[in-house]
Each structure stands twice: as structure tokens, then as C-alpha cells.
């Protein structure tokens, strides 16, 4: 009998990119059943009617209306809980696998009953030149750090704590991942985060249902960097997105049983996400608000660069405030 995997894509205005996400889905190796749910999140553009069509041609295309939270959280979570594969692998609207993403993961899974997860490495490509900027593991400190032991061709097992590793940094990315879903059931995303939702539930992957993983240093999808998307630190709102993480690490930071380590990695993100957002907030002019999150990243630990952001909110806030007038 062969292996059902879910594949699940969260779509919003997808019209240009979807159809290569999925034929790539569609040209995966291995003769899994595929189920390719879809969740569009009311896109204005004919989104929709592409999906229609292309499920015409693939009937394991399941279009779904995204139930949930407007963004890819809930898109993500409307997925899950239709999916019935004994695995689950995410793929954004915007990117491909290469045709042995799929195999790689699942067959080894297969052998190794004792992992929950495999993850792979994929390249940068900046999407209006088609060039490649880099690669995933290369971009990500923590990877090469890892204490990890070779488990069978190329796969290597993570013995670091990876609920404390990804505090610390965002290695783990949803679309080179292959889980296995009966360890999962019942975790969703939260809604309530725009950004850092994928992040959020990777922790809570390992954290609270302490999944077992490996990883493979080989390239097996192309993750398009794009101008405009969520993702795009030069072009989304920055302050938002900090004001997210904030409130994604003030969760973390609120969990029972956190070690000490996991405590410090969290004030020290806190601290530079305030500091961050003190920075951006003297840029546009907003001293005040400057300074608050600069005494709120006081409150994680002192530094010297609060001091120096400090002076300079000082130095840029007119004479009048100081008098009152």
C-alpha cells in the first residue's frame, strides 16, 4: 500500500507562482499517494480559479477556503485538519522541490521509525533573476553547529536541545520538512502572529512534543527570496514584525519548567528586539517611544548598547520636550 503524504500550501494572490509549486508536488519521485491541500486566503486575483483548474487535471488537489485567521497561520491550520497522510510536508505558493525532496524524507522515515522529522538544505534564488543568493544551511549559524551524529546516508542526528537552539535562532524551515503526522495531532499555529508563526511552531514541535530529528545537508527545494513578500525584511513593516517576535518570545519566556539557558537565550532576544525596535522608532521620529523600549530591554539584561541608543534618542529629541513646552 502506498504511503499517503499531505502536502499542504497556504495561498493568497498566488496566481503567477502557484502552478510551478505545485507540478513540482506533482513530479515528486517515490509513487507516494499524494493529498495536496490548498488553502486560499481570499485572494483578489484568480488564485482560485487556477487551483480549480489545475485540480482537474491532479484530483488530489483539495482547494480549501482558509477558515481561520487571515495569513498563512491560518491558511496552514485549515490545512491540518484536513489532512489525513501518515505524513505531513509544507510548501509555500512561491517555491519548489526538487524531485527527490519527497523520497529522500519519506523513504528514510520509513527505514527509521524512531525519527519524527527529516530536514533538508535548499537554495536562495532571488525570484526576478532566477540567480541563486545562497543557501539555507550556509545562512544559518546554528546548523553548522550542531552536535550531531551520522545516521545513514548523509542523514545526521541533532543531540543539541532544539527547543533552546531555536530560541536562539530560526534554522528550522516548514517547507524542507517531512513530519510524521500521528506525532503532531492537535498542534496548530497561532493565529495571532503575522510573522514568526512558522518559528513559534517549530519550538513548540520540539518543546512540547519532543520530536525526534535528523537533517541532510542536500539541496532539495528552491525557496524564492521576493521584493514585497511577508518575509522581505526590506520592504515589510519592521516595527511590526518586532512587535511580533516580542510577543512570540514573551510567550516563550512564560513557559513552566523553562531551563536557565532557554531563559537567558530569551532576554537576550528580547533585549535586541527592543533595542531594534528603539532604533527604528528614533528613525521615524518617535523619541518617546524610542526610549520606553529601550528601558523595556533594560528589564532582559544590560548592555552597552543601550546606552549608546540611549544618547542618540537624547541628542535627536528637540530642547522644547525637555522644557515642557
Known amino acids: 500500500m502506498s504511503v499517503r503524504v499531505s502536502v499542504i500550501i497556504p495561498a493568497y494572490n498566488a496566481e503567477r507562482v502557484i502552478p510551478d509549486a505545485i507540478a513540482s508536488i506533482v513530479a515528486q519521485a517515490g509513487g507516494y499517494d499524494l493529498e495536496i491541500l490548498v488553502a486560499d486566503d481570499r485572494s483578489t486575483d484568480a488564485t482560485r480559479e487556477v487551483v480549480a483548474r489545475l485540480a482537474e487535471l491532479h484530483p488530489q488537489i483539495v482547494l480549501l477556503d482558509n477558515a481561520g485567521t487571515k495569513g498563512p497561520a491560518g491558511g496552514r491550520n485549515t490545512c491540518l485538519k484536513r489532512a489525513t497522510g501518515e505524513y505531513i510536508a509544507f510548501l509555500d505558493a512561491d517555491d519548489v522541490w526538487l524531485p527527490n525532496h519527497l523520497e529522500r524524507g519519506v523513504s528514510f522515515l520509513e527505514r527509521r521509525r524512531d525519527f519524527d522529522v527529516a530536514f533538508f538544505n535548499f537554495d536562495i534564488v532571488d525570484f526576478e533573476t532566477k540567480e541563486a543568493v545562497g543557501d539555507w544551511f550556509s ?20 543531540r543539541d536541545d532544539l527547543h533552546e537552539a531555536l530560541l536562539g535562532e530560526g534554522f528550522f524551515h516548514l517547507q524542507a520538512a517531512i513530519i510524521r503526522r500521528n506525532r503532531i495531532d492537535g498542534l496548530l499555529f497561532n493565529e495571532a502572529y503575522r510573522w514568526a508563526e512558522d518559528r513559534l511552531f517549530a519550538i513548540r514541535l520540539f518543546r ?48 513552566e519548567g523553562l531551563s536557565d539557558n532557554a531563559a537567558r537565550i530569551i532576554d537576550a532576544q528580547l533585549r535586541n528586539r527592543h533595542l531594534l525596535s528603539a532604533y527604528y522608532n528614533r528613525l521615524e521620529g518617535r523619541m518617546a517611544v524610542a526610549a520606553r523600549h529601550v528601558f523595556q530591554s533594560c528589564r532582559h539584561g544590560v548592555a ?21 513646552k
Request: net charge positive; aromatic share 12%.
Open 208 to 255: 512540547d512534543h519532543g520530536l525526534k530529528c535528523a537533517f541532510n545537508r542536500e539541496k532539495t527545494g528552491l525557496y524564492y527570496r521576493q521584493q514585497g513578500s511577508l518575509t522581505d525584511a526590506a520592504s515589510c513593516n519592521n516595527l511590526a514584525m518586532l512587535a511580533t517576535q516580542i510577543q512570540v518570545f514573551e510567550e516563550c519566556r512564560r513557559y
Open 304 to 324: 552597552p548598547g543601550q546606552f549608546l541608543e540611549l544618547a542618540k534618542i537624547v541628542i535627536k529629541t528637540p530642547a522644547s520636550f525637555f522644557a515642557g
Open 139 to 158: 545562512a544559518r549559524k546554528t546548523i553548522s553547529r550542531f552536535t550531531a551524529e551520522p545516521v545513514e546516508d548523509g542523514f545526521f542526528q541533532v
